[in-house]
């Protein structure tokens, strides 16, 4: 099972980044994904979250800027970051997650660093 990031990269104030998150060796469609950063010195954070159903939710400090959808013939989530802040800066990591026959089983990706900078 492999979940990778891509699409990270510095970005100034204001300005718009996607992160991509590409799965394989699991059955995509089944999954839970989370995008979560952890910035230097801070807790981890669970900022979006789309659900095999295509519900999402978002965390009140990215709500209305954050945009998390999914391909899954492309086995892949994206996280669309508008209006981006110094605050923004972080390693963001996407984390799949299911209970299949009742099992657990969860996955979680290498992280792409967003640094949001003039």
């Known amino acids: 099972v492999q979940l990778v990031e891509s699409g990270g990269g510095l970005v100034q104030p204001g300005g718009s980044l996607r992160v991509s998150c590409a799965a394989s060796?699991?059955?995509?469609?089944?999954?839970?994904i989370n995008w979560y950063r952890q910035a230097p010195g801070k807790e981890r954070e669970l900022v979006a979250t789309i659900s095999k159903y295509r519900s999402t939710n978002y965390a009140d400090s990215v709500k209305g800027r954050f945009t998390i959808s999914r391909d899954n013939t492309k086995s892949t989530v994206y996280l669309q970051m508008n209006s981006l802040k110094p605050e923004d800066t972080a390693v963001y990591s996407c984390?799949?997650?299911?209970?299949?026959?009742?099992?657990?089983?969860?996955?979680w990706g290498q992280g792409t660093q967003v640094t949001v900078s003039s």
């Open positions: 060796g699991i059955i995509f469609s089944m999954y839970t």
């Open positions: 984390n799949a997650v299911s209970s299949i026959a009742g099992e657990p089983y969860a996955y």
